[in-house]
């Protein structure tokens, strides 16, 4: 194959290269950096002054509304994923081994389409759906329960997750565990290994590095959401990305909400690094 | 049996998650035809008076109008950008090339919120702030590795030889570009055109941190939310789940054209 010959400055090349280089340094880059600058500044008489001093880190960090909210949303997150992992699984492993090709073509296809629909219309049918005189609470009532109050609790906030989340983590579990090689759990089954020790020693080992992917991707977007906590679990206390929007939105306090979306970032980062460390780690004996 | 059984319990569960996931969806176009204005069950009666309401205010269709611009200036330049990077991905290898492509595809692992302070600040920064070009170019930093996905799929089918091929017949690489690796990835670059423009119509969060008085529809739909219950809401969301939905079902289409022709009858 004959490449034409390399010059010292390959325009060609470049044309190609460089723009997404600028534009990214440009508008995705410069932004999160001056964002960290930020955090420093002070503000004073309502306007931002560019300055290096500690005081937003010092006033946001020593307080207990911050930790409130970050453990609060630390630990929500954490739940979304524990759930979505798990009622994912059992669909992902139906759709990877217990259907034809052309069924899961058609489901991914299918968990596909809530992505590209509006999440906040999605987030206000289930307001209406689960309010105190909803559907749900007045299907309930003609077998005499309820009314349940589901809004402004941890569960409102939970169904709000996971509708952003389930899609995904059961697109994500079914692509880790449609690459096994069937024969191994086959094999499994036929030296006499019981269906659910089956899955247990021998599907999620193997589909382990996709599994925890999907995790991840659930945890990230559970995290930085605003919309379930806000709509459906009734903000009380605000989870970070609440705080981040109360405190730039009333106030102008941007440092202070740079001050938190660093926290967050930090977090995500070491969550993100855990994460793939043991996604890639060596198998132990066991 | 025992085999039989399981099987059958699992495929039900799949329809289970599936209810949950297009339970919300299908409430939302049923309340959009509904009259009452906190629905519940029983339904009331069939009524378009929400659509009426909506297609009456001037707000929504300025609304319309600043989503489709942003929607659709964002698609380009992202595909543009996505081009771009794929071709070189594809075609070079270089130093720091894993930087370089982190950099095209980190922003979707990044919490929209986060890239919407940083947006804001840095816009308000450099002067541009509540403009309709700055929520542009926001959304096209965040679909431009979507374009890049797509295009580079479609680029790993084509033959290495194809575009050596043209050269050793005299064409420059500008024109091989032009007649061979472009309408190769014609496709794809519809496709991904598509879906970033669904993306760049449904983001909120971004766009009401830059928009200032410029609303795309989704920050529309955010405001009228965060007053009261607002039946208004269903009958715009069921619009802009059409919009994004002819569009996801068009990329499908194009991308899935390049299965039923051959790659090397197609480049000529």
Not at chain 1, 135 to 156: D, E, Q, R
Not at chain 1, 197 to 219: D, E, Q, S
Not at chain 2, 15 to 26: C, E, R, S
Not at chain 2, 182 to 199: E, Q, R, T
């Amino acid at each position: 194959m004959t490449q034409p010959a390399r010059k010292r400055f390959d325009a060609y090349a470049m044309t190609w290269r460089l723009p997404i280089i600028i534009w990214q340094l440009l508008f995705f880059v410069g932004p999160l950096l001056f964002m960290v600058a930020m955090s420093f500044f002070v503000v004073k008489n309502y306007r931002m002054v560019e300055a290096f001093e500690f005081t937003n880190w010092v006033k946001m960090l020593g307080r207990g509304y911050f930790w409130d909210s970050y453990f609060l949303t630390l630990w929500l997150a954490t739940l979304a994923t524990v759930c979505a992992m798990v009622i994912a699984f059992p669909a992902a492993y139906a759709l990877a081994f217990k259907v034809p090709d052309s069924v899961r073509r058609w489901a991914i296809f299918l968990l596909i389409i809530p992505f590209f629909t509006s999440y906040l219309v999605r987030i206000f049918s289930w307001y209406v759906i689960l309010a105190e005189t909803g559907v749900v609470n007045s299907i309930l009532s003609y077998v005499g329960l309820g009314p349940y109050t589901m809004l402004n609790t941890k569960f409102g906030t939970i169904i709000g997750y996971l509708t952003l989340t389930l899609p995904l983590v059961v697109i994500l579990q079914t692509f880790a565990m449609a690459n096994i090689d069937t024969r191994l759990v086959e094999a499994a089954h036929n030296l006499g290994c019981k269906p659910f020790a089956t899955v247990y020693r021998v599907v999620i080992p193997l589909a382990k590095t996709g599994l925890i992917i999907a995790a991840l991707f659930c945890f990230i977007l559970s995290f930085g959401d605003f919309v379930s906590p806000y709509y459906l679990g009734g903000s009380k206390p605000p989870t970070l990305p609440i705080l981040i929007i109360d405190t730039t939105k009333s106030g102008q306090q941007w440092p202070r909400a740079a001050v938190v979306a660093i926290m967050m970032m930090i977090t995500l980062f070491a969550v993100a690094f855990a994460a793939i460390s043991a996604a890639y780690a060596k198998r132990g004996k066991s | 049996m025992q085999q039989r059984v399981l099987t059958w319990f699992l495929r039900a569960y799949i329809g289970v998650i599936f209810l949950f996931v297009f339970t919300p969806i299908a409430f939302s176009v049923v309340f959009s035809f509904n009259s009452q204005r906190f629905p519940t069950i029983p339904l009331g009666e069939f009524s378009t008076q929400w659509y009426d309401t909506i297609l009456a205010d001037h707000d929504v269709w300025q609304a319309a109008l600043t989503s489709i611009v942003v929607a659709v200036s964002a698609s380009a330049i992202a595909t543009l950008l996505g081009f771009c990077t794929a071709y070189s991905d594809y075609r070079y290898s270089f130093r720091f090339k894993g930087a370089y492509l982190a950099l095209i595809l980190l922003p979707p692992t990044i919490p929209l919120i986060i890239m919407a302070l940083a947006m804001l600040a840095w816009f308000s920064k450099i002067g541009a702030s509540g403009q309709v070009w700055s929520i542009i170019i926001a959304h096209s930093v965040l679909t431009a590795p979507f374009a890049m996905a797509i295009i580079r799929l479609r680029l790993n089918q084509m033959d290495e030889n194809l575009e050596a091929a043209a050269w050793n017949l005299g064409a420059s690489e500008w024109s091989a570009m032009r007649h061979v690796v472009v309408p190769f990835c014609k496709p794809a670059i519809v496709s991904a055109a598509c879906l970033c423009a669904a993306v760049s119509f449904d983001e909120f969060a971004i766009a009401w941190f830059v928009s200032g008085l410029n609303k795309t529809v989704p920050v529309f739909i955010l405001e009228i939310v965060t007053g009261n219950i607002d039946p208004r809401v269903n009958a715009i969301g069921t619009f802009v789940f059409m919009t994004s939905m002819a569009l996801v079902v068009a990329a499908q289409i194009f991308f899935s054209t390049k299965q039923l022709r051959k790659p090397a009858g197609e480049a000529g």
